[in-house]
């Protein structure tokens, strides 16, 4: 048997066909018509779905059900959209929406949780317990697995780990709080990180690599310098990373997940990122060596993580 | 039937027999012979424990189990103590040491997991699918409950919210970190930050209440300062309660528990407590009203909690 799953983004919609080992077969992507009704963009969903369907060549038959990953937070039990703020869906009837236009049973749940869910799954945190998927992105998102299922919450709303509070006083979060782990160890923060430092010190070669063109500074830039050995690249990488293990050494100490698994544009860093990281949480965390430690390990799955996430939701 | 649950204490241990509706009928504490081997502390425990049954005038068939609330981190399948800071115990095999001695089924758990779940079974967070208990006293001790189970983490460690960062740069903590809850919404913190606030303002009735002796500030002096309109203990407490509510938001957007029960010394201010706290928490919260809100309440077995948790780990 196999299942669809749908990643519904802010800018475009990509819909998969996935198959028991959690490998998609086939995929399709479309742009989202954002600023469009619920309806609407269940219908575009439906109709991604059955043509990802039609495409690998299957019949209806073979597929056991479609499973969505929508930004916010989705009541996976009723297939209600309670708040998205990409969207502006409130209480949004998602699946019934999406069950209007296609015969297939519809599961729906946070994109953040499919993306854990998948890794824990088929990709970095196989065979776990426990796991706690993190992306470090635009912003940072979360996801908890425990147990082979996703914790969400009473109400649905768990696992927002980038706005875990990590300084008094901070830059203002979009959340509304100030000093959040995303506005200090997110991609977007890393960006204005670097910016800064290239702004301060004139001779670094952060301001070489983008030819002068602040606007040309991304997540990327300052690893780029510090490998290069500039010292305003490596003391921001280093800083960021110091950001990311306080984060992170704050959910192991509460959650003591088994597998934390990194992902988001950041994590193509790779170990330059993962080494220092991981000294820095083995070195914070309570109870340090005389306990079992958390394994922090690069997420493998990349984008497919929301669409094999999604697909799996169909299959409890 | 009934259980006997164990509070092993740093000064003292209290054992005491609970029956099925998780109420005490008959309590005993000794003094914790500190500094022993934990096969002493092992026999102590059976000795104690073998004395209320007797003191409670049932047979030893009457009784389901034994269970033991430690601080530390405690192997609860195993029945070891992996690492306990307060006795020194590394890998101590104390549930075989206990039965050397008493011929029941003995149960191991950490002493907050303990006073979490009788708070979720007989307490303030009865009915709830998920609570997280919250220990405001010398420091902050943490429990998480969800669905009548506590959660451990996989290495039995999880819970250490009050080693959790809310400051980039603060004071340091027994941990090793900086900036700590801890250190700013412990009870102990709440002592050292009157007796700053009494220092820098020698206007203050705190200096009166405890008549010019610092010494005797402790973390109801800034609160009762209050209640007497008096501006600097206003600020303490404010400031105070700020704190609180800066980890408790951490935790709710990482967890959403259905309940958060306070608990500890300092929440014998009550609603003076808790009213400002709920107001500060609903606010910060993401996802704010458009969500159902986790509810936060008075733990209600106070010191008993332990016992009562400790006894009902020999239920399931």
């Known amino acids: 048997m196999y299942n669809v799953g749908i990643d519904l983004g802010g800018t475009k919609t990509a819909a998969g066909l996935v198959n028991e080992a959690g490998e998609?077969?086939?995929?399709?992507?479309?742009?989202?018509?954002?600023?469009?009704?619920?309806?609407?963009?269940?219908?575009?969903?439906?109709?991604?779905?059955?043509?990802?369907?039609r495409h690998s060549g299957l019949k209806i038959e073979q597929v056991r059900g479609i499973g969505i990953g929508c930004p916010g937070t989705a009541d996976s039990e009723k297939g209600i959209i309670l708040y998205s703020s990409t969207f502006g869906f409130v209480g949004s009837p998602l699946v019934k929406e999406v069950q209007k236009n296609i015969i297939l049973p519809v599961f729906l749940d946070n994109d953040?949780?499919?993306?854990?869910?998948?890794e824990s799954i088929a990709g970095a945190a196989i065979g776990s317990e426990s796991s706690v998927a993190i992306t470090?992105?635009?912003?940072?998102?979360?996801?908890?697995?425990?147990?082979?299922?996703?914790?969400?919450?009473?109400?649905?709303?768990?696992?927002?780990?980038?706005h875990m509070k990590i300084a008094l006083d901070g830059e203002a979060c979009s959340c509304g709080r100030k000093?959040?782990?995303?506005?200090?160890?997110?991609?977007?923060?890393?960006?204005?990180?670097?910016?800064?430092?290239?702004?301060?010190?004139?001779?670094?070669?952060?301001?070489?690599?983008?030819?002068?063109?602040?606007?040309?500074?991304?997540g990327r830039t300052a690893f780029e310098a510090a490998r290069e050995g500039d010292a305003t690249g490596k003391m921001v990488v280093e800083k960021y990373i110091g950001y990311v293990s306080d984060g992170l050494i704050n959910i192991i100490n509460i959650l003591m997940p088994q597998v934390v698994v990194i992902g988001g544009g950041v994590s193509n860093q790779g170990e330059y990122l993962l080494k220092p990281l991981r000294e820095l949480v083995s070195a914070g965390v309570y109870g340090g060596k005389n306990i079992p430690q958390t394994e922090i390990r690069l997420a493998k799955l990349g984008n497919d993580a929301g669409i094999i996430g999604a697909a799996s939701l169909g299959k409890k």
């Open 179 to 218: 000093g959040c782990w995303e506005t200090f160890a997110s991609g977007t923060a890393l960006i204005s990180q670097t910016k800064k430092a290239a702004h301060a010190n004139p001779e670094s070669i952060i301001n070489k690599l983008v030819k002068e063109d602040m606007g040309k500074i991304d």
């Open 24 to 53: 998609i077969i086939c995929k399709e992507t479309m742009p989202t018509r954002k600023g469009s009704s619920y309806s609407e963009i269940a219908e575009d969903m439906a109709g991604l779905a059955l043509s990802v369907i």
């Open 112 to 118: 953040a949780n499919c993306a854990a869910l998948a």
């Open 136 to 162: 470090l992105g635009t912003g940072i998102g979360g996801g908890i697995v425990i147990g082979g299922n996703v914790y969400r919450g009473f109400n649905y709303a768990g696992g927002e780990m980038g």
